[in-house]
């Protein structure tokens, strides 16, 4: 899976890529029509209904979108077309920065001043290691950057926690996101600091696969106290 920051093929009655579809479904969802209604009220589910047509072909009539002069389509929305530009830019600033996991309905929101956490967590780790071990501290700095270049996240690695159930296994780490928001299908943000919040399978996929290029991480998951969440197992040496 890749991270796609627009659209990457046309939205329109019956086609779409689910990350497209989703992008322009929580768009929808976060403008109002004349009446102060949100265009979309329907989940962001990736899925190109006859509802959604129908909402984007009110967008373009209520943004006088559909004059001859600027070629779109009724009901469908191309990368390039006007109607795209029109509803990224009547999104509120909420939404700045949205990003969608290809082949899913999962988006999120980068942290603001990630590159700014990412440096200082990563100086500690090449510093200090990880729990005193300087090769794991490494290997962790190192996945750490790789995740936040390719997909903006900014993972780090809480210390253990005695009080806290973990994984049978002694040696692993867990991984937590700083800052990130998601939404969720009812086009609700979401953030990584909110309590009992589950963070979506497809980013914890994209974490795991970044994860894997290292022989001596394994990615792990596991649902803890109702939780999905991702750890690295390691041999400890």
Not at 118 to 144: E, Q, S, W
Not at 168 to 174: D, G, I, L, T, W
Not at 200 to 215: C, M, Q, V, W, Y
């Amino acid at each position: 899976m890749s991270v796609i920051a627009c659209l990457d093929a046309p939205v329109g009655p019956g086609i779409g890529q689910p990350h497209d579809i989703a992008l322009v479904q929580a768009l929808l969802g976060q403008i109002c029509d004349p009446a102060g209604h949100a265009y979309w009220a329907g989940p962001v589910d990736g899925l190109a209904t006859d509802e959604l047509a129908d909402v984007i072909s009110r967008f373009q009539e209520d943004f006088d979108l559909l004059e001859e002069s600027l070629g779109d389509i009724r009901a469908m929305i191309d990368p390039a077309s006007v109607t795209f530009q029109c509803l990224r830019e009547a999104a509120p600033p909420a939404l700045a920065g949205l990003r969608a996991v290809a082949g899913t309905a999962t988006l999120y929101i980068p942290p603001r001043g990630g590159m700014r956490v990412l440096c200082a967590l990563t100086a500690k780790l090449r510093t200090l290691g990880f729990a005193g071990d300087m090769a794991l501290g490494r290997n962790l700095a190192v996945l750490a950057e790789r995740v936040f270049d390719r997909h903006r996240f900014v993972v780090r690695f809480p210390a253990p926690q005695r009080d806290r159930p973990v994984p049978a296994h002694p040696e692993r780490v867990r991984v937590h996101l700083h800052g990130l928001k998601w939404m969720n299908t009812d086009g609700r943000l979401t953030s990584s600091e909110v309590a009992g919040e589950s963070i979506p399978g497809p980013i914890l996929t994209l974490i795991s696969t970044e994860a894997g290029r290292f022989a001596e991480l394994v990615p792990e998951q596991f649902e803890i106290a109702g939780r999905h969440e991702l750890w690295l197992r390691h041999d400890g040496r």
